[in-house]
């Protein structure tokens, strides 16, 4: 099975920073889309941030301002430095790779690459 690698992540202090990054396996390279959701317990996973290959980006409402995406499309890597965090920022953080497929009418997703998560806690 196909797994993006993460590293990072950890314990903090609320107001701290955290940075974590995540690679493609080698032999994939037709990744569309990268970024980051997470899970809180008793919660649904929501977006967090992501990024596409023409460098547009999107994040989640509640870290907007406070996180930051970016992408080495040579190394196939995407990073997301986290700023100012808060207690309810805390869960396992999962990073996605996506390859979408123009039909010639519409994008669809052909395939769906996600982390093992690592872990982000904030005490206060």
């Known amino acids: 099975q196909v797994h993006m690698v993460e590293s990072g992540g950890g314990l903090v202090q609320a107001g701290g920073s955290l940075r974590l990054s995540c690679a493609a396996p080698?032999?994939?390279?037709?990744?569309?889309?990268m970024g980051w959701y997470r899970q809180a317990p008793g919660k649904q996973r929501e977006l967090v941030a992501v990024?596409?290959?023409?460098?547009?980006?999107r994040y989640g409402d509640s870290v907007n301002g406070r996180f930051t995406i970016s992408r080495d499309h040579a190394a196939n890597t995407v990073h997301l430095q986290m700023n100012d965090l808060k207690p309810e920022d805390t869960g396992v953080y999962y990073c996605?790779?996506?390859?979408?497929?123009?039909?010639?009418?519409?994008?669809?997703?052909?395939?769906?690459?996600w982390g093992q998560g690592t872990q982000v806690t904030v005490s206060s």
């Open positions: 996605n790779g996506r390859v979408s497929v123009w039909d010639g009418s519409s994008w669809y997703v052909k395939d769906d690459y």
């Open positions: 080698r032999n994939i390279f037709s990744i569309n889309t």
């Open positions: 990024t596409t290959v023409g460098g547009s980006t």
